[in-house]
């Protein structure tokens, strides 16, 4: 397991390597430039816009800027924001612990959503249970997000105050000018987690079910049964423990896809975390901090596809890496 | 299962309650102002959706830092919501008549404040000032708008309170346009190692404002507190919070709840459901952008030709887009605001007429001799590509509004769109504009509170590899505009520069440079609570005036 571990990660270098190529080139040679924010509506002379080049470092090829970049990369320093001039490590680590607790609580209300709804439709195959669960998690999986969000915005920040005098905080992370509490928190994580979390449920009991399904087919479950064993040990012992392999992989893989799949459900609730950062840094063409981002979520997938691959190991029996 | 599942449910119907009912957000009251006698205390939240990059007002690329900056610096003087600039650390504006602008023009003399303190007690001095303009001209430093500040060859301080600007020739708009942003500490940035990267850029602390920054939370909010040893007395307000909310529905969401008191700069299309809410008052205020559809004569274009483009004017209904897209709003004739000394009003806009236009392009020597609805001369196709900033949908209904009115006059046109960095990208970057990959370009100007427009319709600033920011991306080139716009600048009488503004505004419609659309308006929408809410037409933002906003019921 661990020279397993130590290749996968070995590979994983160059891996991030020639993915930080790719989106550093991708950046510094979009067109428009590095510099069109000084540009429009300005009245910068020529020499002017030229020492603001040399400060920002840009007025090199991008493979040169490249190779500065990387060498101080290596050694912690991701370099200096173009906009806020502050530190890339600084802005980004600033934005993570938002996107963080919008994906536990997103990615722990799908589960606890999907898990049961899955395994129920499977055992009630065809049903209206089954049925239902089937209509509503295509309709939910194929709605776009933003439409998710403007709804519930709609109803429960908007609507409830003509209904009920009050509604849900409809964005942001806690009220301002206050000292915000735990439900405070809460009630403003409640309409942002549950927009996230529609898809992903909707997805993932689509997975749930389909996996009990197959296993419920399964020899070792006939063989369970034969022996006598009750129908909850039947599904506790041996259908879900077999049939959440695959939901793990899913969930694993995911995860860290979430890190960059924020960006819409950030962007309509005013979340202060990693999607947000991301859209600006690339609309402003802030090359430190875009590039630290995309780096960063490249290295977070490719570690969530090693975890998924790990978690394989220790779920399944018939599978061992040495 | 099934019972598990139960559980589960009853513990999600928990949480859901317990969060609907703790957390919710009461709507504020109605408002209602009882009394008009200010009242001390309470706190206002501004909301806008850009939050600022840094707050150094000269160094930011974005306006709103600008307007927060207002709470935490003061300037030497400052525009008001009717344009007129007033004095704030000078004890008075300039000008020719009480002497502080010499007969030549080229000294100019600001007589400071005294006792004015920073906020951690230090004097504000003519040395800030001094130092401010240092700043403004050093090449280590982004300043992203050096404009009259590099006319100034030497600056003298004789005394403590009075700064004088020596400049190398007269520049007429320096007093209208220079200073407004706040005069930056000497003490505490002389000795910084890059002034692009002070941490004083985020605190602004030692500040010299009616409050001081308290806290900056990235992607939230930044929230200041009453400066007790302000030198203009104390605001009314204990707190001012500027929250940053990314989406206008929540924006809306948050104004009606009475989460925030001010909604800045609406979209239009909410502004009906705004006025509609009873604890808000809808302010509809001017601004100095005008939209353009901006023609783009490249050396080979068929633009190049007078009679080309006074057709496409006639030929674009331009009075029936502004009607359509933005009701109440109206159509601009001229490229100075009308609240602005040096409007001309005798200019009317180019009627919508097809016929005219056709004939005007017969006249140019265009005709569709192959009948495909398209004419042509000289066996070139009169095309034209349309561009915008993409994913703005009133500016894509435009696009496709005028691509039929041009179709009806034998035009052929094609819409291709780029996000905002492309489409005002610099000359060697590709920008669409600087570099001409449209033939009509459609995007905003904002002119000045002084009516220099030099850079803008100046042939000098047509952009090229040695002029890659070039602002006259119309490449207008015209012997009488080139004239003129330089006059404008070293002419210090304001009647006769506003004469010179009326007549490159009538040569500019008269040869129809561009087309015109409109004056964009503003939408604030703010709560009945807040009084003095003076939405600012300028660059100086609409937190303009922090020490007179006050807030009844709490």
């Given at each position: 397991?661990t020279?397993?571990?130590?290749?996968?990660?070995?590979?994983?270098?160059?891996?991030?390597?020639i993915?930080?190529?790719?989106?550093f080139a991708?950046?510094?040679?979009?067109?428009?430039?590095?510099?069109?924010?000084?540009?429009h509506?300005?009245?910068l002379?020529?020499?002017?816009?030229?020492?603001?080049?040399?400060?920002?470092?840009i007025?090199k090829?991008?493979y040169?800027?490249?190779?500065?970049?990387?060498?101080?990369?290596?050694?912690?320093?991701?370099?200096?924001?173009?906009?806020?001039n502050?530190?890339?490590?600084?802005?980004?680590l600033?934005?993570i612990?938002a996107?963080?607790?919008?994906?536990?609580a997103?990615?722990?209300?799908?589960?606890?959503?999907?898990?049961?709804?899955?395994?129920?439709?499977?055992q009630?195959?065809?049903?209206?249970?089954?049925t239902?669960?089937?209509?509503?998690?295509?309709?939910?999986?194929s709605?776009?997000?933003?439409?998710?969000?403007?709804?519930?915005?709609f109803?429960?920040?908007?609507?409830?105050?003509?209904?009920?005098?009050?509604?849900?905080?409809?964005g942001?992370?806690?009220?301002?000018?206050t000292?915000?509490?735990?439900?405070?928190?809460?009630s403003?994580?409640?309409?942002?987690a549950a927009t996230?979390?529609?898809?992903?449920?909707?997805?993932?009991?689509?997975?749930?079910?389909?996996?009990?399904?197959e296993?419920?087919?399964?020899?070792?479950?006939?063989?369970?049964?034969?022996?006598?064993?009750?129908?909850?040990?039947?599904?506790?012992?041996?259908?879900?423990?077999?049939?959440?392999?695959?939901?793990?992989?899913?969930?694993?893989?995911?995860?860290?896809?979430?890190?960059?799949?924020?960006?819409?459900?950030?962007?309509?609730?005013?979340?202060?975390?990693?999607?947000?950062?991301?859209?600006?840094?690339l609309?402003?063409?802030?090359?430190p901090?875009?590039q630290?981002?995309?780096?960063l979520?490249?290295?977070?997938?490719?570690?969530?596809?090693?975890?998924?691959?790990v978690?394989?190991?220790?779920?399944?029996?018939?599978?061992?890496?040495? | 299962?099934?019972?598990?599942t139960?559980?589960?449910?009853?513990?999600?119907a928990?949480?859901?309650?317990a969060?609907?009912?703790?957390?919710?957000?009461?709507?504020?009251?109605?408002?209602?102002t009882?009394?008009?006698?200010?009242?001390?205390?309470?706190?206002?939240?501004?909301?806008?959706m850009e939050?600022?990059d840094?707050l150094?007002?000269?160094?930011?690329q974005?306006?709103e830092?600008?307007?927060?900056?207002?709470?935490?610096?003061?300037?030497?003087?400052r525009?008001?919501?009717?344009?007129?600039v007033i004095?704030?650390?000078?004890?008075?504006?300039?000008?020719?008549?009480?002497?502080?602008?010499?007969?030549?023009?080229?000294t100019?003399?600001?007589?400071?404040?005294?006792?004015?303190?920073?906020?951690?007690?230090?004097?504000?001095?003519?040395a800030?000032?001094a130092?401010?303009q240092?700043v403004?001209?050093?090449?280590?430093?982004?300043?992203?708008?050096?404009?009259?500040?590099?006319?100034?060859?030497?600056?003298?301080?004789?005394?403590?309170?009075?700064?004088?600007?020596h400049?190398?020739?007269?520049?007429?708009?320096?007093?209208?346009?220079?200073?407004?942003?706040?005069i930056?500490?000497?003490?505490?940035?002389?000795?910084?190692?890059d002034?692009?990267?002070?941490?004083w850029?985020r605190?602004?602390?030692?500040?010299?404002?009616?409050?001081?920054?308290?806290?900056?939370?990235?992607?939230?909010?930044?929230e200041?507190?009453?400066?007790k040893?302000?030198?203009?007395?104390?605001?009314?307000?204990?707190?001012v919070i500027?929250?940053?909310?990314?989406d206008?529905?929540?924006?809306?969401?948050?104004?009606?709840?009475?989460?925030?008191?001010w909604f800045?700069?609406?979209?239009?299309?909410?502004s009906?459901?705004?006025?509609?809410?009873p604890n808000?008052?809808l302010?509809?205020?001017?601004?100095l952008?005008?939209?353009?559809?901006?023609?783009?004569m490249?050396?080979?274009?068929p633009?190049?030709?007078?009679?080309?483009?006074?057709?496409?004017?006639?030929?674009?209904?331009?009075?029936?887009?502004?009607?359509?897209?933005y009701p109440?709003e109206?159509?601009?004739?001229?490229?100075?605001h009308?609240?602005s000394?040096a409007?001309?009003?005798?200019?009317?806009?180019?009627?919508?007429?097809?016929a005219?236009?056709k004939?005007?392009?017969?006249?140019?020597?265009?005709?569709?001799?192959?009948?495909?609805?398209?004419?042509?001369?000289?066996g070139?196709?009169?095309?034209?590509?349309i561009?915008?900033?993409?994913g703005?949908?009133d500016?894509?209904?435009?696009?496709?509004?005028?691509?039929?009115d041009?179709?009806?006059v034998?035009?052929?046109?094609?819409?291709?769109?780029y996000?905002?960095?492309?489409?005002?990208?610099?000359?060697?970057?590709?920008?669409?504009?600087?570099?001409?990959?449209c033939?009509?370009?459609?995007?905003?100007?904002?002119a000045?509170?002084?009516p220099?427009n030099?850079t803008?319709?100046?042939?000098?600033?047509?952009?090229?590899?040695?002029?890659?920011?070039?602002?006259?991306?119309?490449?207008?080139?015209?012997?009488?505009?080139?004239?003129?716009?330089?006059?404008g600048q070293?002419?210090?009488?304001?009647?006769k520069?506003?004469?010179?503004y009326?007549?490159?505004?009538?040569?500019?419609?008269?040869?129809?440079?561009t087309?015109?659309?409109?004056?964009?308006?503003?939408?604030?929408?703010?709560?009945?609570?807040?009084?003095?809410?003076?939405?600012?037409p300028?660059?100086?933002?609409?937190?303009w005036n922090?020490?007179?906003?006050?807030?009844?019921?709490?």
């Amino acid at each position: 397991m661990t020279r397993y571990l130590t290749r996968r990660l070995l590979q994983s270098v160059p891996l991030v390597a020639i993915i930080s190529v790719l989106s550093f080139a991708l950046i510094a040679k979009s067109p428009g430039g590095l510099v069109a924010a000084y540009t429009h509506g300005r009245r910068l002379t020529a020499a002017q816009l030229a020492a603001i080049e040399r400060n920002l470092g840009i007025d090199k090829p991008w493979y040169v800027q490249y190779w500065r970049w990387l060498g101080r990369a290596v050694r912690g320093d991701f370099g200096y924001s173009f906009t806020s001039n502050e530190p890339v490590t600084k802005v980004i680590l600033e934005r993570i612990p938002a996107t963080l607790e919008l994906i536990v609580a997103a990615v722990v209300v799908a589960a606890l959503v999907a898990l049961p709804l899955g395994v129920i439709a499977a055992q009630r195959k065809r049903g209206i249970f089954d049925t239902t669960v089937t209509v509503g998690s295509f309709v939910g999986y194929s709605m776009p997000v933003f439409v998710v969000g403007y709804v519930l915005m709609f109803v429960f920040s908007i609507k409830f105050i003509d209904w009920f005098g009050m509604g849900l905080p409809s964005g942001g992370q806690a009220s301002v000018g206050t000292d915000p509490g735990f439900f405070d928190y809460l009630s403003h994580l409640a309409l942002p987690a549950a927009t996230l979390a529609i898809a992903m449920a909707a997805g993932w009991s689509r997975f749930v079910r389909s996996s009990v399904l197959e296993q419920m087919r399964a020899d070792f479950v006939r063989t369970a049964r034969a022996k006598g064993l009750s129908e909850r040990a039947v599904m506790v012992r041996h259908v879900l423990r077999t049939s959440l392999i695959p939901v793990v992989t899913e969930m694993a893989i995911e995860i860290p896809l979430l890190f960059g799949g924020t960006i819409v459900t950030e962007k309509v609730w005013s979340w202060p975390g990693i999607g947000q950062l991301m859209i600006k840094s690339l609309e402003k063409r802030d090359l430190p901090v875009a590039q630290g981002l995309l780096v960063l979520i490249a290295t977070l997938v490719i570690l969530g596809n090693l975890t998924a691959d790990v978690c394989y190991a220790m779920l399944d029996p018939r599978i061992r890496y040495d | 299962m099934p019972k598990h599942t139960a559980r589960i449910l009853v513990v999600l119907a928990f949480v859901l309650a317990a969060t609907v009912g703790w957390g919710c957000q009461k709507q504020a009251g109605t408002g209602g102002t009882s009394s008009e006698t200010p009242v001390k205390g309470g706190k206002f939240v501004y909301g806008t959706m850009e939050e600022p990059d840094t707050l150094n007002p000269y160094i930011s690329q974005l306006l709103e830092s600008v307007n927060v900056s207002n709470l935490f610096l003061d300037g030497l003087t400052r525009v008001d919501e009717k344009m007129k600039v007033i004095p704030v650390l000078a004890e008075e504006v300039p000008t020719t008549e009480n002497g502080g602008v010499s007969e030549d023009g080229k000294t100019i003399t600001y007589r400071l404040r005294k006792g004015v303190k920073w906020s951690d007690g230090k004097p504000f001095t003519s040395a800030d000032v001094a130092f401010t303009q240092s700043v403004m001209m050093n090449p280590k430093v982004n300043v992203s708008n050096r404009s009259g500040y590099d006319k100034v060859t030497k600056v003298d301080t004789p005394d403590e309170s009075t700064v004088i600007f020596h400049l190398k020739e007269p520049f007429a708009p320096f007093v209208n346009s220079c200073f407004q942003y706040g005069i930056l500490p000497k003490h505490a940035l002389d000795k910084s190692k890059d002034l692009n990267k002070d941490p004083w850029n985020r605190t602004l602390n030692p500040g010299l404002g009616p409050f001081t920054l308290k806290t900056w939370k990235q992607g939230q909010f930044i929230e200041g507190e009453r400066n007790k040893s302000y030198y203009g007395g104390q605001a009314y307000l204990d707190n001012v919070i500027v929250k940053f909310v990314t989406d206008p529905n929540a924006l809306f969401a948050q104004l009606k709840s009475g989460e925030i008191d001010w909604f800045e700069f609406a979209p239009a299309a909410l502004s009906k459901n705004i006025k509609a809410l009873p604890n808000v008052t809808l302010h509809e205020s001017d601004t100095l952008s005008f939209e353009n559809y901006s023609l783009v004569m490249k050396p080979d274009s068929p633009l190049q030709d007078v009679k080309v483009r006074q057709a496409i004017a006639h030929a674009i209904n331009v009075a029936q887009i502004v009607k359509t897209l933005y009701p109440g709003e109206t159509q601009a004739a001229t490229t100075q605001h009308p609240l602005s000394w040096a409007f001309n009003a005798d200019l009317k806009p180019y009627t919508y007429d097809p016929a005219e236009a056709k004939k005007l392009l017969d006249e140019a020597g265009w005709k569709d001799a192959n009948n495909d609805g398209i004419r042509e001369k000289g066996g070139k196709r009169l095309f034209l590509i349309i561009s915008t900033t993409a994913g703005q949908s009133d500016r894509e209904q435009k696009e496709e509004v005028i691509v039929q009115d041009l179709k009806k006059v034998g035009i052929g046109a094609e819409v291709k769109n780029y996000d905002p960095p492309t489409f005002f990208g610099a000359f060697t970057d590709g920008g669409t504009l600087t570099s001409g990959k449209c033939d009509i370009g459609i995007f905003t100007n904002v002119a000045g509170v002084d009516p220099d427009n030099w850079t803008l319709f100046n042939s000098a600033n047509i952009p090229s590899s040695t002029n890659p920011g070039g602002q006259n991306t119309g490449r207008i080139n015209d012997p009488q505009i080139n004239k003129l716009t330089s006059e404008g600048q070293v002419e210090l009488d304001q009647t006769k520069r506003a004469e010179i503004y009326k007549e490159i505004d009538k040569i500019i419609l008269d040869k129809a440079y561009t087309v015109l659309e409109r004056w964009w308006k503003n939408y604030d929408g703010v709560n009945k609570r807040v009084h003095n809410a003076k939405p600012n037409p300028t660059s100086q933002g609409n937190l303009w005036n922090p020490m007179e906003l006050w807030v009844s019921g709490k």
